[in-house]
């Protein structure tokens, strides 16, 4: 295990951050043999979101305590912070990781101190990351942490990733140090600056990470709030199973599109994916589930929709085979995905579902993606093949519940990835 931790902060153009992230990179993503990411989240400019969230007022003397669940293990564990969508210097007070409890509650005995270039407190430039030094700390693959800051001072509008499908905590004063769960009476389904968990000192041969990249769907909206029952996590659980374990990235940001941007749901999968994939310590493979949204949201007329034009299915297929040309390029596999089914969904119409058909019919017969997960087939209502089986749908007739993400899960080929 390498020791040489000293912090890195990665300059992202602040040009790049005015268009929703770009596809810049920071020395942060740069990576040493040793480190593995266990976990990420994918960066957002702060909104409204799905549900009340913290990201736009931001935090002024508080604690935000954040668990999260690794995909690797090892003996270190060190952190990256993102200000990339802030609009003033980020100063982080005192951080600290530990193994996750019940609730808001941490293991004491492994509660450890993070530092930065040896020091409790760092600034973080609007537009960049920031890397802690390394914590000795062991976990086990499939482990949850809790990383918790305390922020003295008025943050502004905070960078976040809003669908967490997990519970964050948040206590008045300064709590980092605090293992108990007494103090952190409010909580949020979002996560807030934390983008990456990495770790280091085990030595296993994994196979490298995947990293799963797309929308709600690879998010989890419609599994279980603190299971990890989304699909990249039973995808881990499988690996694990097989006993051939490998990291497993969630890049999902719920509402995403391949081809635009938005400033609720993220930067294009075309642009982002520089960033938020192929920049992550040793990626062999990746994972697409993209479209869905490209294609619905112009059939309905929605504020948090737009931009919405109408895309054709040549449209996102030249999407698509970006993807493939940029993970080539870095001697990546990529695994592509078929569309789920939506009937009954808001934007569902004859329009929409011809797409799907067309497009999963590319995905399928075209050979271009290294290998294909036939999503549709594994969750499709076997009466229907426009519907959702019954039995795996979330309620809104386009997410699947928890079963349907370990179907989808379930389908995939783990010798292909």
Do not use: C
Request: proline share 5%; glycine share 8%; aromatic share 8%.
């Amino acid at each position: 295990m390498q020791n040489t931790l000293r912090v890195r902060i990665a300059a992202t153009a602040v040009a790049a951050v005015a268009v929703l992230g770009g596809i810049a990179i920071g020395t942060a993503a740069e990576t040493e043999a040793a480190w593995d990411t266990g976990w990420m989240a994918a960066p957002q400019l702060p909104s409204v979101g799905f549900e009340p969230n913290w990201a736009q007022d931001g935090f002024g003397d508080q604690t935000v305590r954040q668990v999260v669940k690794v995909t690797d293990g090892g003996s270190a564990a060190r952190i990256t912070l993102s200000n990339l969508f802030g609009t003033a210097p980020l100063r982080v007070d005192h951080v600290t990781i530990a193994r996750a409890a019940a609730g808001a509650a941490v293991d004491s005995k492994s509660l450890r101190e993070l530092t930065f270039d040896g020091k409790a407190a760092a600034e973080i430039p609007v537009g960049q990351t920031l890397t802690s030094d390394a914590a000795d700390l062991n976990l086990a693959s499939m482990d949850s942490a809790s990383v918790t800051m305390y922020l003295a001072d008025r943050t502004g509008p905070a960078t976040f990733h809003s669908q967490a499908y997990a519970s964050s905590y948040r206590a008045a004063g300064n709590h980092a140090a605090d293992p108990a769960a007494e103090a952190f009476t409010e909580t949020t389904h979002s996560w807030y600056y934390l983008t990456d968990v990495q770790v280091s000192g085990d030595d296993a041969d994994e196979g490298g990470t995947v990293v799963t990249v797309g929308d709600s769907i690879t998010d989890g909206y419609g599994s279980t709030y603190d299971t990890n029952t989304r699909y990249p996590d039973r995808l881990a659980q499988r690996l694990v199973e097989a006993g051939t374990p490998r990291p497993v990235l969630n890049a999902g940001i719920g509402g995403n599109l391949i081809l635009n941007d938005s400033p609720w749901f993220g930067a294009a999968t075309v642009r982002r994916f520089e960033r938020d994939v192929l920049a992550k310590p040793d990626v062999t493979s990746v994972l697409v589930l993209g479209g869905l949204n490209d294609f619905g949201f112009s059939e309905v007329d929605l504020p948090t929709y737009k931009p919405n034009p109408n895309i054709s299915v040549a449209q996102l297929i030249d999407g698509h085979r970006q993807l493939i040309a940029a993970a080539h390029r870095a001697g990546v596999r990529i695994t592509g995905a078929t569309l789920l089914p939506m009937k009954g969904a808001e934007y569902y119409t004859d329009a929409s579902a011809a797409k799907i058909r067309e497009f999963n019919q590319w995905m399928r017969t075209s050979g271009e993606y290294d290998a294909v997960v036939d999503f549709h087939a594994a969750v499709r209502d076997p009466a229907d093949p426009e519907n959702l089986n019954p039995a795996f749908d979330s309620g809104d007739h386009k997410h699947p519940n928890a079963a349907g993400y370990r179907a989808m899960a379930d389908a995939i080929d783990l010798a292909a990835l």
